[in-house]
């Protein structure tokens, strides 16, 4: 078997959800992180934008010798995902189709709601693979742009007057059009799982698109060695605010340490 490391990127905090999943899934597997958060949000930025930046990420990553790399970020995954295939002999996994797989599994009125980065409600990307697997699925998609920096701002607690009402003007639509499932399609946004829930109502089922992704990656990536892996994290900017929130974002004790990279040094072409 391949004992050698998994990269996982994403624009900042948010991908911190699919490592926690890792974590607790693939314990003995060694994880090399990245955010992105000098340049933190993607979502807002054009394709072109988010190609060459996700190229760098990628860059950066594959100077460790990585096995595979989990892109734990909506808006690359479903904007560059099949040019960063291309460019890349070794796996590339995004959040998008394992995410589409479990949202299918588990609605039961075919009523499916995706929420997102501006990027990744532009692609279509979600909507696009859930007919594919089902033409007759019923979708709303919604851009929900303050997401991301609430979250990162420590804003995501059910009780948080202010995320509450951010929550209302972005999701009545969605919870009046009777979906059952919704896509969480910024690994952000599991950290506002618990006040999305309660205004969506119980009985609607949230998918964590970063820990599909690491259950997908689960499948063919695990280390023959029964050992406790260990995980490096890099960033871009501000290590020390990046060492404060990972614990929220990890959900358990971090002693993270981040390491500081100029990923701007790296080639804006093919990684």
Same mark, same amino acid.
């Given at each position: 078997?391949?004992?050698?490391?998994?990269?996982?990127?994403?624009?900042?905090?948010?991908?911190?959800?699919?490592?926690?999943?890792?974590?607790?899934?693939?314990?003995?597997?060694?994880?090399? @992180?990245?955010?992105?958060?000098?340049?933190?949000? @993607?979502?807002?930025?054009?394709?072109?934008?988010?190609?060459?930046?996700?190229?760098?990420?990628?860059?950066?990553?594959?100077?460790? +010798?990585?096995?595979? =790399?989990?892109?734990?970020?909506?808006?690359?995954?479903?904007?560059?995902?099949?040019?960063?295939?291309?460019?890349?002999? =070794?796996?590339?996994?995004?959040?998008?189709?394992?995410?589409?797989?479990?949202?299918?599994?588990?609605?039961?009125?075919?009523?499916?709601?995706?929420?997102?980065?501006?990027?990744? =409600?532009?692609?279509?990307?979600?909507?696009?693979?859930?007919?594919?697997?089902?033409?007759?699925?019923?979708?709303?998609?919604?851009?929900?742009?303050?997401?991301?920096?609430?979250?990162?701002?420590?804003?995501?607690?059910? +009780?948080?007057?202010?995320?509450?009402?951010?929550?209302?003007?972005?999701?009545?639509?969605?919870?009046?059009?009777?979906?059952?499932?919704?896509?969480?399609?910024?690994?952000?946004?599991?950290?506002?799982?618990?006040?999305?829930?309660?205004?969506?109502?119980?009985?609607?089922?949230?998918?964590?698109?970063?820990?599909?992704?690491? +259950?997908?990656?689960?499948?063919?990536?695990?280390?023959?060695?029964?050992?406790?892996?260990?995980?490096?994290?890099?960033?871009?900017?501000?290590?020390?605010?990046? +060492?404060?929130?990972?614990?929220?974002?990890?959900?358990?004790?971090?002693?993270?340490?981040?390491?500081?990279?100029?990923?701007?040094?790296?080639?804006?072409?093919?990684?």
């Amino acid at each position: 078997m391949d004992n050698r490391a998994i990269g996982v990127f994403d624009s900042g905090l948010g991908g911190l959800t699919a490592v926690r999943q890792m974590h607790r899934i693939m314990p003995n597997e060694n994880i090399i @992180y990245f955010g992105d958060t000098g340049r933190v949000p @993607y979502g807002s930025r054009s394709r072109k934008t988010v190609l060459q930046y996700a190229r760098q990420d990628v860059a950066f990553l594959k100077e460790h +010798d990585i096995k595979a =790399i989990v892109i734990a970020c909506g808006t690359v995954s479903s904007q560059v995902l099949g040019d960063i295939k291309t460019e890349n002999s =070794i796996p590339i996994i995004g959040v998008v189709e394992p995410t589409c797989y479990a949202a299918m599994r588990l609605t039961k009125n075919n009523r499916v709601g995706i929420i997102g980065t501006k990027g990744t =409600i532009r692609s279509g990307a979600y909507e696009a693979k859930l007919h594919t697997l089902d033409p007759s699925v019923h979708t709303i998609a919604r851009a929900c742009p303050l997401f991301v920096p609430l979250v990162e701002n420590g804003r995501f607690l059910p +009780d948080d007057r202010v995320t509450q009402l951010v929550i209302e003007e972005y999701l009545t639509e969605i919870r009046d059009f009777g979906v059952d499932t919704l896509i969480l399609g910024c690994t952000h946004y599991p950290l506002l799982r618990d006040a999305i829930s309660r205004f969506m109502g119980e009985d609607v089922n949230l998918v964590d698109s970063g820990a599909e992704a690491a +259950d997908y990656a689960r499948r063919f990536l695990t280390s023959a060695e029964q050992r406790q892996g260990c995980t490096e994290y890099y960033v871009s900017d501000d290590i020390d605010s990046f +060492d404060a929130y990972a614990e929220m974002f990890l959900g358990e004790p971090a002693g993270v340490d981040a390491h500081l990279v100029d990923i701007a040094s790296y080639g804006k072409e093919n990684g």
